[in-house]
């Protein structure tokens, strides 16, 4: 499942998963991610976070719950420090570090532990 604020990203999205075969395999849902991912539907072993800075954090606690023990959490420009401050805190429930790939990316690894 993925989700997308802009219209048009969504309907690029969509178009490539049907000309891959794949579209009926993946949801892309269409609006805010604080909405949309409200219900993701079932257990999540993966989250990767793409989206508006502000936004990391709130998303990651929105699904949290819903995250499997070992699920992991991928990060692109994961430079907002409130985000980082909360992975990298093992009292969240968390192991977290940078990659040391693309450095000055922020691209940050993070397992769910609890
Ligand atoms: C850096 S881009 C990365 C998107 C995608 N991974 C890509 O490579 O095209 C960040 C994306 O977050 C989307 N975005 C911003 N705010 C959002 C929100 N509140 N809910 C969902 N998507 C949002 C933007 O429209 C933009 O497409």
Not at 51 to 63: H, I, M, Q, S, W
Not at 93 to 109: A, C, K, M, T, W
């Amino acid at each position: 499942m993925g989700t997308e604020l802009e219209p048009n990203k969504v309907a690029r999205a969509r178009a490539n998963l049907d000309t891959a075969g794949l579209a009926d395999l993946v949801d892309i849902r269409e609006g805010d991610a604080l909405e949309t991912l409200r219900d993701v539907g079932g257990d999540v072993d993966l989250l990767l976070i793409d989206g508006a800075f502000t936004l990391y954090l709130p998303v990651l606690r929105l699904v949290e719950p819903r995250l499997k023990p070992g699920a992991v959490i991928l990060g692109e420009n994961a430079f907002e420090p409130g985000y980082l401050d909360y992975v990298r805190n093992p009292a969240n429930g968390y192991v977290s570090q940078p990659l040391p790939i693309d450095e000055g990316r922020g691209n940050e690894f993070t397992l769910r532990v609890a």
